[in-house]
């Protein structure tokens, strides 16, 4: 059962929504419920970006969301996975050449003198 500000939260129709709340406060189940409202009202799971402090919190709610609707392609993570995955996608577009996994900064010496 969501409260009447967890329910607003969900059914929210701006594109973006940040919940913010104290520890236990169901931030996770709003999360949740809203990534699943987005995709009952036909977004492509896809298109659906969840960022998270921690991995065990991206863990979770990944978790409770394919229990729900299947393995989903929907990212879920921290920011900085986030930001390693844009990175990675941009790489094999060819759009980001210079950066890898290792780092892109090695293959520019001079940089730091």
């Known amino acids: 059962m969501l409260s009447n500000e967890q329910k607003s939260a969900v059914e929210a129709q701006e594109r973006h ?5 104290g520890a236990g406060s169901g931030k996770t189940r709003v999360i949740v419920h809203r ?7 036909g977004v492509a799971p896809e298109s659906v ?3 998270t402090y921690t991995n ?9 969301i ?3 609707i299947g ?4 990212f879920v993570g921290t920011m900085n996975s ?6 990675s996608e ?24």
């Not at 929504?17 to 709340?21: D, E, L, M």
């Not at 990534?35 to 009202?41: F, N, P, W």
């Not at 986030?82 to 990175?87: E, G, R």
């Open 66 to 68: 394919d229990s729900e």
């Open 71 to 74: 393995d989903s392609p929907m």
């Open 82 to 87: 986030f930001a390693l995955k844009s990175l």
């Open 17 to 21: 929504v940040r919940v913010t709340a």
């Open 35 to 41: 990534a699943l409202e987005l995709v009952k009202r």
């Open 56 to 64: 065990a919190s991206a863990v979770e709610i990944k978790d409770r």
């Open 90 to 113: 941009s790489t094999e577009r060819g759009t980001f050449a210079d950066f890898d996994r290792r780092g892109w900064a090695s293959r520019f010496p001079n940089l730091w003198s």
């Open 49 to 51: 970006t969840i960022i």
